[in-house]
């Protein structure tokens, strides 16, 4: 049983930053590509950022290129995403995933395990 259990949200104030994890338990981490998704309250969940199995390949989304950076530890079976600039609209559920296969992809279709989301809150 593979489970994602994500830590570190919270409330930062606009221009702050914050980083997030996503531990894996059950499973072989160094095989998994990951992915870090986001919901906000009434819109659909979005990609925000995705690494694959050796950290070697990264992708991000436009609206937070420059500014967030995602990382893995293999050796701990965890991903991280570091959260910088922060700005209001960045407030979401972010939420950690694992894609069996080898390449990033950017569609929440395209992962098999989800965690249950940390809520990063940025104040104005």
């Known amino acids: 049983q593979v489970q994602l259990v994500e830590s570190g949200g919270g409330l930062v104030q606009t221009g702050g930053s914050l980083r997030v994890s996503c531990a894996v338990s059950?499973?072989?981490?160094?095989?998994?590509?990951m992915g870090w998704f986001r919901q906000a309250p009434g819109k659909e969940r979005e990609f925000v950022a995705g690494?694959?199995?050796?950290?070697?390949?990264?992708n991000y989304a436009e609206s937070v290129k420059s500014r967030f950076t995602i990382s893995r530890d293999n050796a701990k079976n965890t991903v991280y995403l570091q959260m910088n600039s922060l700005k209001p609209e960045d407030t979401a559920v972010y939420y950690c995933?694992?894609?069996?296969?080898?390449?990033?992809?950017?569609?929440?279709?395209?992962?098999?395990?989800w965690g249950q989301g940390t809520q990063v809150t940025v104040s104005s």
């Open positions: 059950g499973g072989t981490f160094s095989r998994y590509t």
């Open positions: 690494i694959d199995w050796s950290g070697s390949n990264t």
């Open positions: 995933a694992i894609r069996v296969v080898l390449t990033v992809s950017s569609s929440p279709s395209g992962y098999q395990w």
